[in-house]
């Protein structure tokens, strides 16, 4: 019997996109594997460790796919999209740092319960070490192979290379047919480890990212912080919308009729739920748009304009009467006030 405990389900939800992509509908999945679908509008986005794996186990078995996981992993950063960790890593220094931020934040994707990683740093090597506690070693061995498989991806995506391992160690017994797992990782691959293990240069992860913004990824670093801390936040729909909105509003734009897909209802449930809470989606963006935008005001010097179109307004004007509504003052008298007070 597996421990009762709950994860964030951004890692299921990635895996639904793909599924959607495989042409398999993932509420059959989650009616198959005995878990409710609705259920992801109705835990604040957390799941039971025990559900997680009855959706990857049905899932797997549904695409009738002997790499599932390699497969689901290769396209990580696709299904990511938008995603405020993949935006975090694609604004880090190097992909050292990155993956230094991947263990850190975890969290954010599946929780912390059942899942421990560690870097451990040699002279001339980096190695990023997974300890996956399950007793199901179907579960076992397609999670962490999605799992190394879009860091692999991930890394040679935003190093714009074909970087790959010197070796990667899993604990799992070999498959019979390797050919997928050489194609796809290109490195020497072990099973029967004693962990499971990915073992790099450490040149090759040291290397520049060419597009990384080192003050975009000082905020976001600040904004994830805040995001760890509202996982076990009251269980509303409203705090889940502002949760998707928040991890999003930057790098991807976003609507309502986005935002109710994710959480698995019709936008016109969604706006009935929202106002039984005494909200709006509007409202709620809004709320959204005014913390990142006093961050960006404060904490950096990022031009008006610039911030007025990460928060998705069209013209700086609009933004300014906006903020104006919102703070009373206007974004430059703000950003003036506050720098002011700072002496």
């Known amino acids: 019997?597996?421990?009762?405990?709950?994860?964030?389900?951004?890692?299921?939800?990635?895996?639904?996109?793909?599924?959607?992509?495989?042409?398999?509908?993932?509420?059959?999945?989650?009616?198959?594997?005995?878990?409710?679908?609705?259920?992801?509008?109705?835990?604040?986005?957390?799941i039971t460790i025990e559900q997680e794996q009855r959706i990857w186990?049905?899932?797997?078995?549904?695409?009738?796919?002997?790499?599932?996981?390699?497969?689901?992993?290769?396209?990580?950063?696709?299904?990511?999209?938008?995603h405020i960790l993949i935006t975090l890593f694609a604004n880090s220094p190097n992909m050292q740092v990155a993956l230094q931020k991947m263990v850190t934040y975890?969290?954010?994707?599946?929780?912390?319960?059942?899942?421990?990683?560690?870097?451990?740093?040699?002279?001339?090597?980096?190695?990023?070490?997974?300890?996956?506690?399950?007793?199901?070693?179907?579960?076992a061995r397609h999670f962490v192979e999605s799992l190394f498989s879009g860091i692999v991806a991930l890394t040679r995506h935003l190093s714009k290379s074909s970087v790959a391992p010197e070796r990667i160690n899993f604990k799992h017994n070999s498959p019979d047919d390797l050919l997928e797992h050489q194609t796809l990782l290109k490195a020497p691959i072990y099973f029967n480890q004693q962990y499971n293990e990915l073992i790099f240069a450490k040149q090759d992860l040291l290397h520049p990212i060419s597009m990384a913004n080192p003050e975009f990824f000082e905020l976001l670093e600040?904004?994830?912080?805040?995001?760890?801390?509202?996982?076990?936040?009251?269980?509303?729909v409203s705090e889940k919308v502002k949760r998707l909105l928040a991890e999003s509003i930057l790098t991807t734009p976003i609507n309502l009729t986005q935002i109710a897909k994710k959480l698995a209802m019709s936008p016109r449930t969604l706006q009935g739920k929202l106002k039984?809470?005494?909200?709006?989606?509007?409202?709620?963006?809004?709320?959204?748009?005014?913390?990142?935008?006093?961050?960006?005001?404060?904490?950096?010097?990022?031009?008006?304009?610039?911030?007025a179109f990460l928060l998705g307004f069209s013209e700086q004007s609009t933004f300014s009467k906006a903020f104006k509504q919102w703070t009373g003052l206007p974004p430059k008298q703000y950003r003036l006030k506050f720098q002011k007070n700072d002496f």
Request: aromatic fraction near 8%.
């Open 57 to 82: 186990l049905e899932a797997i078995a549904v695409s009738k796919n002997t790499n599932f996981g390699l497969h689901l992993g290769k396209n990580f950063h696709a299904h990511a999209k938008g």
């Open 222 to 236: 600040k904004h994830i912080t805040t995001q760890l801390r509202s996982i076990t936040s009251k269980n509303v």
């Open 1 to 46: 019997m597996l421990i009762e405990d709950t994860n964030p389900n951004d890692i299921i939800l990635m895996l639904f996109d793909y599924l959607d992509d495989l042409g398999i509908d993932p509420k059959h999945v989650c009616d198959e594997a005995g878990v409710a679908f609705d259920l992801f509008q109705q835990q604040n986005n957390l």
């Open 106 to 139: 975890h969290g954010l994707l599946h929780g912390k319960n059942r899942i421990n990683f560690q870097l451990i740093q040699q002279e001339n090597f980096i190695t990023y070490q997974c300890k996956f506690t399950t007793s199901n070693p179907i579960f």
């Open 276 to 307: 039984t809470e005494g909200q709006s989606f509007s409202a709620i963006r809004d709320q959204v748009r005014k913390s990142i935008a006093i961050e960006f005001l404060k904490d950096t010097d990022e031009g008006i304009c610039d911030i």
